[in-house]
């Protein structure tokens, strides 16, 4: 019981330190992975041994499957490449797995203590990062020498041994043994260094560690298609046609199960180098097979999973790819460019207000107001998306962006029913009655109308691009839409003196409008704040400085008469 209890911890180990060298380089890494994923789907081959490089960083190509199917769900690259990738991605822990059957056990207390001295050391940094990638390989070379060392009293346990013969002998079973254990772990990887370790030490004979193997390449791919249920349809295609491969690998192979482990046997290779050199054989095998396939295989699942009609609701989101999470830089890319549609159809709201201005038409206006449905839900989706990034995952750059994401966000929905506002105010003071602004006043309204529209599309390039002189720009706009707003105010004032007719039939409404928009202005320029404050140009705010000057001038008396 107790040899068992070790093996299980040691199992448990390895799926650990997997799991933080994937995290890790996800982390530090992530942005620049991205970046190659995309820039290398130029044609098959490299978009194949682009996953083949980037499988062999983080270790997983479940991860790798993840960002691909993230990519092609955003429109990103299509889905021949994405599933070129994928073949990479198999070959790439095929490859891995044979660097860590070497003898590392050497490496394994220079890493960990390394790891730990630079994890602890500085935990929100790369450096800490890295620290944790150094953690993750030391355990899994530590936890390969303890599945080494407790597999030896299970070989002698009775127990034990009629455990594993009840499984040897019926292919299905150990393939379904092999998927069952690569998706509960997540990682076909340990499950591979796991059979490997348990053939080496003759617990399970060769050919039910080759059908292990066998499923747990299967298991790996099921593993991403319930991983993505919930993405777009475009996104799920890429699992889908990799389960394709993987299934019809298994299909070919199954047949020549007996014989390759003939072969295996009269080659004379040690069983631990049966299970390592199969897995490799296999993707390998895929790879060259089905590389000349990706397109008609990618045409497939867009039969078996067709678009959906829906996706293209504006008020649905389209970019919050929920396989993204597990990667905060990718998860913040969704993020920002949801965010920025939600500034699109701030500005469809903001340019048919103006129409509804001139022209008085109602059933515009009550299409407009149900735009700002759409806005609440987008800004929650939003929302409730950055809440599931791990912020302790962040840099102090990334947690920065989520929060200024979050405030964009948060202005966009408060602009959204400003306007709603108005346009209700329109509806029932306005258009009801059939009035209309007088010819100067209108011209104001039009002139502040125009500097809103133009500061909301600086605004949302300042958002994507966080350019300096572009946030200047719009922080002295605001200054300038504020000197406006008090003078058209002073001049409707005037109009109302000279009992202007059409001033007076709508001088709250004139006002009340007028007010509204710079508050929306504020909203729109408040987006430059945090670009300005990082650069340490953001000017001191004026109350600030009279409440300094008001304290200094009642404390000088004092100070006076205390000498």
């Known amino acids: 019981m107790q040899a068992l209890l070790a093996l299980l911890s040691a199992v448990a180990l390895l799926v650990w330190g997997t799991h933080m060298v994937r995290t890790g380089f996800l982390r530090v890494y992530g942005t620049n992975l991205r970046r190659i994923l995309r820039a290398s789907t130029g044609s098959r081959l490299t978009a194949m041994a682009a996953g083949i490089g980037v499988t062999g960083l983080i270790q997983s190509s479940s991860a790798t499957a993840l960002l691909t199917s993230s990519f092609a769900g955003q429109g990103l690259i299509d889905a021949a490449a994405a599933l070129a990738v994928m073949l990479g991605a198999d070959v790439g822990t095929s490859l891995m797995v044979q660097v860590f059957a070497l003898n590392l056990s050497w490496l394994s207390p220079l890493f960990l203590m390394v790891g730990v001295i630079l994890h602890l050391g500085r935990k929100a940094t790369k450096i800490g990062q890295i620290g944790r990638i150094l953690i993750g390989l030391g355990l899994m070379i530590l936890a390969l020498q303890m599945i080494g060392a407790a597999t030896k009293p299970l070989t002698q346990a009775q127990g034990v041994q009629v455990l594993f013969s009840s ?9 379904l043994l092999g998927a069952l254990l690569a998706i509960g772990s997540y990682s076909s990887l340990a499950v591979v260094l796991l059979t490997a370790s348990l053939a080496a030490s003759h617990v399970i004979p060769g050919p039910v560690a080759i059908a292990v193997v066998l499923g747990a390449n299967l298991g790996s791919g099921l593993s991403v298609v319930l991983s993505t249920l919930r993405a777009n349809t475009e996104a799920r295609r890429v699992p889908m046609g990799n389960l394709i491969f993987k ?23 040690e069983p631990e180098r049966q299970v390592i ?5 296999f993707n390998l095998a895929l790879a060259i097979l089905f590389l000349g396939a990706v397109g008609p295989v990618a045409r497939l699942t867009e039969r078996i999973l067709p678009s959906d009609e829906l996706q293209d609701s504006p008020g649905k989101p389209k970019y919050l790819d929920p396989t993204a999470l597990q990667t905060p830089a990718l998860a913040m890319g969704c993020a920002a460019r949801e965010a920025l549609r939600l500034g699109d ?51 102090e750059k990334e947690g920065k962006r989520w929060a200024d994401i979050i405030q964009f966000t948060i202005n966009m929905e408060h602009a959204g029913d400003i306007i709603e506002r108005i346009l209700i105010n329109l509806a029932d003071k306005k258009i009801r009655h059939d009035l209309h602004f007088s010819v100067a006043g209108m011209a104001e309204i039009e002139d502040l109308h125009a500097r ?21 720009q719009l922080l002295a706009g605001k200054d300038q839409f504020r000197s406006l707003e008090l003078r058209y105010a002073d001049n409707h004032l005037a109009r109302l003196s000279d009992n202007t007719p059409h001033s007076i039939e709508t001088s709250s409404l004139h006002l009340d409008l007028m007010s509204d928009m710079k508050r929306i202005n504020s909203l729109f320029c408040s987006i430059a704040y945090p670009i300005l404050d990082e650069a340490g140009v953001l000017a001191p705010s004026r109350l600030r400085e009279q409440i300094e000057q008001v304290v200094s001038e009642t404390s000088a008396p004092t100070e006076l008469s205390a000498k």
């Open 247 to 269: 299934l019809a690998g298994c299909v070919l192979v199954l047949p020549l199960l007996g014989l390759i482990g003939g072969w295996f046997a009269n080659v004379g290779l």
């Open 345 to 395: 159809i701030v500005q469809v709201m903001l340019n048919g207000m103006m129409t509804v201005l001139r022209t008085n038409d109602l059933k515009l206006s009550e299409e407009l107001r149900k735009m700002d449905d759409m806005v609440d839900d987008l800004y929650t989706a939003i929302k409730l998306y950055l809440t599931q990034i791990s912020r302790e995952a962040l840099e």
């Open 452 to 472: 809103l529209l133009a500061h909301l599309q600086l605004g949302l390039s300042v958002f994507l691009n966080g350019d300096l002189k572009c946030a200047q």
């Open 167 to 175: 499984i040897s002998g019926d292919v299905f079973l150990d393939m």
């Open 277 to 281: 050199y199969f897995h490799l054989g």
